[in-house]
């Protein structure tokens, strides 16, 4: 006979349904722990290939199981559901993800700093951007099938596929053949401390890590300046501003 305390079919509804959420978090922090696991042992290029092939066979996988359980139908591999959305609906579930990654972001810096400090949060923060600035952009590559001397078009085009892109308002200003300059004319963190009276979130630091790392990522060749980000003075039409260049062109 199975005792009650340790048998999930005789947990209550409410709680059955909260050990789903904590068992789907658990997948969520698993695959996390592999894909850090295999960029320690083998490198960050080799991490990223595994994890291309893990999650294309995991997603198609995981979608048949649910799509019997939860009785969705699947279309190309997709729920059908997302396929039947209208155009604005859908692009609203694409905010309401972009936002939602953004708050994880902020809880778990305010979760480090309200138990640590300011300064461990952003060492943190910096880190963590090291490792997912070059993994946003493989996963935009791979999206948008760039190659890897896609130049300074590929990257303005990455550029609008990036998370911040779907909350924040961005623009490009144009230099020439070789450079271009990145302005984050609206965005959603500092706009909100502005709205309170308080001063710019000092992201430079980040930012540093942020926009080199990624542009480094989209094509080898080209380097990131910046040009302002807080705690930098800046003018009221951006927070901050970037510039992309390419390096050593004429060597290719």
């Not at 943190?124 to 896609?150: G, H, V």
């Not at 596929?161 to 490009?172: D, K, L, P």
Request: proline share 3%; with cysteine.
């Amino acid at each position: 006979m199975k005792d009650e305390n340790f048998d999930p079919s005789s947990l209550e509804k409410i709680l059955k349904a909260r050990l789903v959420v904590d068992m789907l978090t658990r997948i969520v922090v698993h695959y996390s722990f592999w894909f850090t696991e295999v960029r320690h042992q083998m490198g960050m290029d080799k991490a990223l290939e595994v994890l291309e092939k893990a999650t294309k066979q995991s997603v198609s996988i995981g979608l048949k199981k649910f799509s019997k359980v939860l009785d969705f139908e699947l279309e190309d591999g997709l729920p059908k559901a997302l396929l039947e959305m209208g155009e604005e609906e859908i692009e609203a579930l694409m905010g309401a993800v972009a936002k939602n990654w953004l708050m994880n972001d902020g809880v778990w810096f305010q979760a480090v700093e309200f138990d640590n400090g300011m300064n461990d949060a952003k060492r943190c923060n910096d880190s963590c951007w090291a490792q997912f600035s070059p993994y946003e952009a493989f996963a935009i590559k791979k999206f948008l099938n760039l190659d890897d001397r896609c130049g300074l078009e590929g990257l303005k085009k990455a550029l609008n596929f990036r998370m911040y892109a779907f909350i924040n308002e961005q623009s490009v200003v144009d230099e020439g053949p070789k450079s271009f300059v990145f302005q984050m004319n609206d965005c959603r963190v500092q706009s909100a401390r502005k709205r309170k009276k308080l001063d710019d979130y000092p992201c430079k630091s980040a930012g540093l890590v942020e926009y080199e790392y990624f542009a480094r990522s989209i094509d080898k060749r080209i380097e990131a300046e910046c040009i302002g980000c807080p705690p930098d003075e800046h003018p009221e039409e951006w927070f901050c501003a970037w510039r992309f260049s390419m390096r050593n062109q004429s060597n290719g």
